[in-house]
């Protein structure tokens, strides 16, 4: 089975400014999807963000971009001009390819606060 | 447009109790999944179906068993609940085409076992 690893349990950033979380994941495809998934208190699982593996171009959603490094298979999330309402549990997913059943994985998570 | 309705939200259980947690869909996706969510672990896949009439184990089915009632239906049932069973459950679905490939989830069934 692969395996997400988000190795930072916690962090804190201050309001306004950018954070980056981490995420690596094993695996021995070369056709996969990863995502970013924020879970507020509400413990509702809203997608931040999604990368294909075949491209090359970082995804970016508004003040969220990855730094997706196939090679190293890491896929790290940037929260610029970081806001209260960032607050969250984020989790890191790895998708198998379409054609192997549709699997997903997911990291620990890291608890981001945001410091007002 | 509900997308993916889990029932029930909360629910006490004695040990050795048995209860079904119910997902249901509208959204037309093939791949359903439960999964459970504990402090400091994420979400660990416990069952899966890829289709409608395939169902398959995930990382952690001991105690938990499913049923692919229909395209839009996936039930998970505790034959025996125990303490450790204790966790928040999700449904997920999927899509298999590309640009349709995250999960989404329900809202989560938070299960105490006593």
């Known amino acids: 089975a692969q395996t997400v690893t988000q190795s930072q349990p916690e962090m804190s950033v201050q309001e306004a400014e950018t954070v980056t979380l981490s995420c690596t994941y094993d695996?021995?495809?070369?056709?996969?999807?990863l995502f970013w998934y924020k879970q507020p208190p509400s413990r509702q699982m809203i997608l931040v963000i999604r990368?294909?593996?075949?491209?090359?171009q970082n995804a970016t959603e508004n003040r969220f971009s990855v730094n997706f490094q196939k090679a190293a298979k890491s896929f790290s999330l940037k929260i610029s001009d970081s806001q209260l309402g960032d607050a969250a549990m984020y989790f890191c997913?790895?998708?198998?390819?379409?054609?192997?059943?549709?699997?997903?994985?997911f990291g620990s998570g890291t608890k981001l606060n945001v410091k007002p | 447009n509900a997308g993916v309705t889990q029932t029930p939200k909360f629910q006490v259980l004695k040990t050795g109790q048995s209860m079904t947690l119910q997902c249901a869909q509208d959204?037309?996706?093939?791949?359903m999944y439960w999964y459970r969510q504990d402090p400091g672990m994420g979400l660990r896949l416990i069952y899966y179906?890829?289709?409608?009439?395939?169902?398959d184990k995930g990382e952690v089915p001991n105690g938990y068993n499913v049923s692919r009632l229909n395209k839009r239906e996936f039930s998970l049932r505790l034959e025996s609940a125990a303490p450790s069973q204790t966790s928040v459950y999700f449904c997920?679905?999927?899509?298999?085409?590309?640009?349709?490939?995250?999960?989404?989830f329900g809202q989560g069934t938070r299960l105490t076992v006593v």
């Open positions: 990368q294909e593996a075949y491209k090359q």
């Open positions: 179906s890829a289709s409608e009439g395939t169902t």
């Open positions: 997913a790895y998708r198998t390819p379409i054609y192997n059943f549709n699997k997903f994985y």
């Open positions: 695996t021995s495809e070369s056709d996969y999807y």
């Open positions: 997920a679905i999927s899509g298999r085409k590309v640009g349709n490939t995250e999960a989404f």
């Open positions: 959204m037309n996706h093939n791949s």
